[in-house]
């Protein structure tokens, strides 16, 4: 703890302008005081596990082996690397990511236009639409394996036999959606949850879009579409970016669904799910932290160029 | 509510084409929230009824579901109250400890305030699965396994770094003319952060604590690991569920809509503060 705390007082004290006199040293910790509950609160609860993460990752350690504890060297490392499961799982996370994100901005942008007019029971909709995003994700998941995707008496599958038998047909396609596409299945449950969130994010940002603007442009004659594309677009790319950016920090993370859903099976098993299979299934300890810590570096790497964005859109809001 | 304001000024031939897109609007609107419709449906539907292909809409209504949910197997009170007890003790927790820290990042920044709040933002995008192994072997040395504790403690961290991120920006929005005459009547930190900033944030604080809530109620994967029979929590309850076949539709769906209830409830009465929360303060 002391550590920690003499820690970020090095850090937060190397850059003093004037020259630190008792005085302002101690204005500097009053300051200070408010923030190091949270902050040394922050460190031990999540950094310092992850430096246990890391010592263990190079440790021989299987629960189910006790005895064979020891010093791994890199060998945990290599078998990670060498894991075609491993490979198949970075895969999976990235389209899982890239596809449920990617989907539901453009849905959600699209019914954000839809909202943003002013229309008869647009509240209603409005209302409607966050509903699938305020259903528990264990919840949902289960909702759609049992009562939507579900061969035999689920919705969709019950759907086409009614559509089928209002044309006189007896013998309606009844697909088995999960096995035939087992990660768009996941994709689909996940972005009708994550539709309604980026859709909010975007009718906001459209809202304080400034109106005088637009209508002088429609006044000089612009096209529906010239002022979407040169004047909405450009004003909605920093929500857009957000919407993307925590839609991906809550995406890559995903567990319920895979889950709930599919187990993990039919290569579906992403990251999370992949690591804590190894973790809590084949108890191998060693093994799943170095997945853990190649997960993590990865995710700096990625979260470098994230938080690059981000700063950029917290930009206009300089502190006092 | 804003139909009324904007009235004037908008060209007739803005409503060309207006019916189709209201019906649009209203189709989409309905089939994102037809899943839920059906899950409320089929709750109060019998088992018979609930299973059915094609869908049997108009059968009768019962409360069998439930009833079967609540007084079957194993009472899903427990887990329910565990989810309450988790879910409000971290969110206070997180606004103890958030508040203050807003403070110091926003209204008397400290030095590099810009890289404490983008290393709690960071905190967020480390993958949670990577230190569960740890935390999981802590609590098993501490005998703090199946104790809710530990995961008050974890879901205070997890919603930490959301909370800092959104009290500051509502932080910010305090006029500087009320901090200085705080600070000019000699009014300690605690006092100015009790009766002068906390009544104007008020609204900015129950965005937060909202959202926390909601965040720590739907949590599974940690709650699956570090618990069991004791101190399990409402999503855990429902994997329970994850195999069950064709039998238990009606009962399932009644396990899923109790379950998600408080967060819908949460979620309904707060609509608009719902965006704020979930930009983390960046959309107003």
């Given amino acids: 703890m002391t550590s920690v705390a003499e820690k970020s007082t090095g850090r937060t004290g190397e850059v003093q302008p004037k020259p630190s006199g008792g005085a302002s040293r101690a204005a500097g910790w009053v300051r200070r005081a408010p923030l190091l509950p949270a902050l040394i609160f ?23 082996y006790p005895d064979e504890v020891g010093f791994a060297g890199v060998d945990n490392f290599r078998r990670v690397f060498t894991d075609v499961n491993m490979r198949d799982a970075v895969w999976t996370t990235i389209l899982l990511t890239v596809g449920v994100v990617l989907i539901s901005l453009l849905l959600g942008l699209g019914i954000a236009l839809l909202l943003d007019r002013k229309f008869r029971g647009r509240g209603a909709v409005r209302t409607m639409m966050i509903a699938p995003f305020l259903v528990v994700p264990v919840a949902a998941a289960l909702l759609w394996k049992h009562a939507l995707y579900n061969p035999e008496y689920g919705l969709f599958n019950g759907a086409l036999t ?8 007896d013998n309606p396609p009844q697909p088995d959606w999960i096995s035939n596409m087992p990660l768009w299945s996941v994709i689909f449950a996940l972005v009708w949850q994550w539709t309604p969130f980026m859709m909010l994010i975007l009718l906001a940002g459209l809202q304080g879009r400034p109106l005088d603007v637009v209508e002088a442009a429609r006044i000089d004659g612009a096209s ?4 979407f594309r040169s004047m909405t677009l450009p004003h909605l790319r920093q929500y857009l970016e957000l919407g993307a950016l925590l839609g991906s920090i809550y995406i890559v993370q995903n567990f319920d669904a895979v889950f709930t859903i599919t187990s993990g099976g039919l290569g579906t098993a992403n990251l999370p799910y992949t690591i804590y299979q190894i973790f809590y299934q084949a108890h191998d300890y060693g093994r799943a932290s170095a997945a853990a810590v190649i997960v993590v570096v990865g995710t700096i790497v990625i979260a470098t160029f994230a938080l690059r964005t981000v700063s950029s859109l917290f930009k206009e809001d300089p502190g006092r | 509510m804003s139909t009324l304001t904007a009235a004037p000024a908008v060209p007739k031939k803005k409503e060309r084409g207006g019916i189709w897109l209201t019906l649009l609007a209203w189709v989409v609107g309905i089939l994102f929230v037809l899943p839920v419709v059906w899950m409320v449906l089929t709750s109060l539907h019998s088992e018979a009824d609930a299973a059915t292909n094609p869908p049997a809409v108009l059968a009768p209504l019962t409360l069998e579901g439930y009833r079967e949910f609540f007084t079957g197997g194993a009472s899903p009170w427990p887990p329910l109250l565990n989810s309450l007890t988790a879910s409000l003790l971290s969110t206070a927790l997180v606004l103890l400890l958030a508040f203050p820290a807003a403070y110091a990042l926003s209204i008397k920044p400290v030095r590099k305030w810009t890289d404490v709040l983008f290393f709690f933002l960071s905190t967020k995008m480390l993958p949670v699965v990577a230190g569960l192994l740890p935390l999981y072997l802590f609590a098993q040395n501490t005998g703090l396994l199946d104790n809710i504790w530990l995961l008050i403690v974890f879901y205070t961290a997890m919603n930490l770094p959301i909370a800092v991120w959104m009290m500051r920006s509502f932080l910010s929005e305090v006029p500087v003319e009320m901090l200085e005459a705080a600070s000019m009547d000699g009014a300690s930190l605690t ?6 900033i906390a009544p104007v944030v008020m609204p900015g604080i129950a965005a937060t604590a909202l959202i926390c809530f909601i965040f720590s109620w739907n949590e599974l994967l940690f709650a699956r690991v570090l618990t069991a029979t004791v101190a399990e929590t409402a999503p855990v309850f429902l994997t329970s569920f994850v195999t069950s076949q064709g039998l238990f539709l009606a009962q399932l769906c009644a396990a899923a809509f109790v379950v998600s209830l408080p967060v819908l409830a949460a979620g309904f009465a707060a609509q608009d503060k719902l965006v704020q929360g979930l930009s983390l303060g960046s959309v107003k």
């Fill in chain 2, 191 to 196: 006092r100015t952060l009790r009766s002068v």
């Fill in chain 1, 162 to 169: 009614w559509v089928w038998s209002l044309f006189g047909s």
């Fill in chain 1, 42 to 64: 922050m460190i031990v609860v999540t950094q310092l596990p992850f430096v246990a993460t890391l010592v263990i990752s190079f440790m021989d350690w299987n629960a189910y």
């Fill in chain 1, 224 to 227: 529906s579409w010239q002022i």
